[in-house]
């Protein structure tokens, strides 16, 4: 599969970059942020790239692949809920598929906690292919 990708911003962390064949702004995370600055400091790096990218799309989705990832810290989790959902929402997002690594903490992680908003539809899955799958559907 041909899949076009332009990264945007890149650390040791983070990733994001805009993949044309769903369309979606992906964010690929690997290990942790360096603290809660450095995770509100990607944060903002993903919704400057939604807001800069969206009206070259007739729709644009959001794709997280945490399977590198570690864990964040509650007070981040709580900073993304607070502050970064609304402004997804704001600037049009509508649909966010989070692929989780498969372990234990990852399949509790889903079941504690709904990120789903107002206008925001957000998923979990186990493969990125699945994740991709239903966003295309989108």
């Known amino acids: 599969m041909n899949t076009l990708k332009n990264t945007f911003y890149?650390?040791?962390?983070?990733?994001?970059?805009?993949v044309e064949s769903v369309p979606c702004v992906k964010i690929?995370?690997?290990?942790?942020?360096?603290?809660?600055?450095?995770y509100q400091f990607v944060q903002s790096k993903?919704?400057?790239?939604?807001?800069?990218?969206?009206?070259?799309?007739?729709?644009?989705h959001l794709l997280t692949d945490s399977t590198e990832a570690g864990l964040v810290l509650e007070e981040d989790i709580m900073y993304y809920k607070m502050n970064i959902i609304p402004?997804?929402?704001?600037?049009?997002?509508r649909y966010h598929a989070i692929v989780l690594p498969p372990n234990f903490?990852?399949?509790?992680?889903r079941n504690q906690m709904d990120?789903?908003?107002?206008?925001?539809?957000v998923e979990f899955f186990d493969k990125l292919?699945?994740?991709?799958?239903?966003l295309k559907k989108r």
């Open 10 to 18: 890149e650390d040791q962390y983070a990733s994001v970059s805009v």
């Open 28 to 38: 690929k995370l690997s290990g942790f942020p360096t603290g809660s600055d450095h």
């Open 46 to 60: 993903l919704l400057e790239t939604i807001c800069n990218q969206i009206n070259n799309f007739c729709r644009l």
């Open 87 to 93: 402004r997804l929402e704001e600037a049009g997002i």
């Open 105 to 109: 903490v990852a399949r509790w992680i």
């Open 115 to 121: 990120l789903s908003h107002r206008k925001l539809k």
């Open 129 to 134: 292919q699945d994740a991709r799958r239903w």
